[in-house]
């Protein structure tokens, strides 16, 4: 993977979206960013771990929920700056804060 | 959705990624990025358009090789600055340059 530092500021500076995808049933549920730690750490523990911009800091998806995300497969786009986690879901499997099973419940009409 | 084009510059000023899913087989495709116009711009063609931090401009997918992306499903995530869009693959329905299906071909391996 590339956490490129020195990119311009229109690029993410040492950050990589990390695409959340439940390996069963296919589902996207969330997207996070890693930096280079929260990479590692995730490869390390097997447990999805971003970087949270707000807060500038690491953090364990479902640390404080019990909700973890236990990582089945990793996968590196074409470019290296993109990651797909593919997980089993813990807890009660709910991914969102709003207590949804996926971050993405929220239809857009296709024409607007 | 929300383009937030004053947000600091560890956010994505003005974009928010675009996780593109097959909508028939569940696989994640690709990752871009969409502004304000990119996203109205899918949303009223019908054909995923992205914008690049490279080129600086927009650019509707396939325009070139064909391998167009029609629009399925749009879904926004819990905090409005994520999009998720479910497609169907046109043209030889490569995705990725390389001439992959999909841009997440690279396995990483877990413990690393």
């Known amino acids: 993977m590339r956490f490129d530092r020195d990119a311009p500021a229109s690029k993410l500076q ?25 990479f590692a750490l995730t490869r390390r523990t097997g447990f999805v771990t971003f970087f949270s911009r707000t807060r500038n800091a690491l953090w364990t998806k479902g640390e404080t929920s019990g909700n973890r995300l236990q990582v089945t497969r990793l996968l ?18 709910n991914v969102c804060h709003t207590g949804a099973r996926t971050c993405f419940f929220k239809e857009i009409e296709a024409n607007g």
């Open 14 to 38: 040492g950050l990589v979206p990390a695409v959340i995808q439940d390996d069963e049933s296919g589902e996207v549920l969330m997207v996070g960013f890693m930096n280079e730690e929260a």
């Open 76 to 93: 590196a786009d074409c470019d290296d700056d993109t990651v797909l986690v593919r997980v089993k879901r813990l807890g009660d499997g």
